[in-house]
């Protein structure tokens, strides 16, 4: 089956504590994307990335890392969180061209 | 800069007649427009896409979008509202590889 995965689903964690948030797809696709998800401000690109080891910022990538080591994954990691990055965070995947993005179940993120 | 608004936070409409989702953008070059549905606590699904030709586009469950390049929208339409058409949809736009999304309207479909 066609999808996007991400892991975990549900995370509370520590203002401070590094984490990585792991996104996976099994169509091939070459572009991926970050977006959070946050109440009266619809969805906003954090990184996204082209292909194996090109990635560029988004709207909000301040506090975010991203790396695109294989073409299928794309973890978002964020070295120090802070409370203000509790969101709702989509991984998501594409082919280059204004393609259909696929997007994954979401993971739902609380620094305290 | 490229934007998308959204300017109706909730649409409230009787199962059974006509739906509207607005929106309007504003980019520099063609856009490429997009709507996605985003049930309660699932993941955002692809409708439609406008990338170039007919200004009418046709999509899935039924909705169709409406190009106007003159008035600069992408309003998403529905001939007949379904109760299960109750969910958060988004218009979107690409501008070279990033996206734009809007705030997002509430549609609720009352039976």
């Known amino acids: 089956e066609a999808q996007v995965t991400q892991n975990p689903r549900y995370l509370i964690t520590v203002t401070g504590k590094k984490l990585t948030v792991t996104c996976s797809q099994n169509?091939?696709?070459?572009?991926m994307s970050w977006y959070r998800q946050d109440p009266g401000l619809g969805l906003r690109q954090i990184y996204y990335s082209m292909n194996v080891e090109v990635t560029d910022k988004g709207d909000v990538p301040e506090g975010y890392k991203v790396s695109r080591k294989e073409k299928r994954n794309f973890p978002l990691i964020l070295e120090s969180p802070s409370p203000n990055q509790t969101s709702l965070y989509f991984c998501a995947s594409s082919g280059l061209a204004a393609d259909t993005q696929y997007f994954g179940p979401g993971t739902r993120l609380t620094v305290l | 800069a490229q934007s998308v608004a959204q300017p109706e936070d909730q649409v409230n409409v009787a199962e059974g007649n006509p739906l509207t989702v607005k929106c309007t953008y504003s980019v520099s070059g063609n856009p490429y427009l997009f709507w996605y549905v985003q049930y309660p606590n699932r993941g955002l699904q692809f409708l439609l896409k406008y990338i170039t030709g007919d200004n009418l586009v046709k999509g899935s469950y039924g909705f169709e979008a409406e190009f106007n390049k003159s008035q600069t929208s992408f309003h998403l339409k529905k001939p007949s509202a379904l109760v299960s058409d109750s969910a958060l949809y988004f218009c979107a736009v690409r501008d070279t590889y990033q996206y734009i999304f809007g705030t997002g309207t509430r549609l609720k479909v009352l039976a």
């Open positions: 169509m091939n696709h070459e572009y």
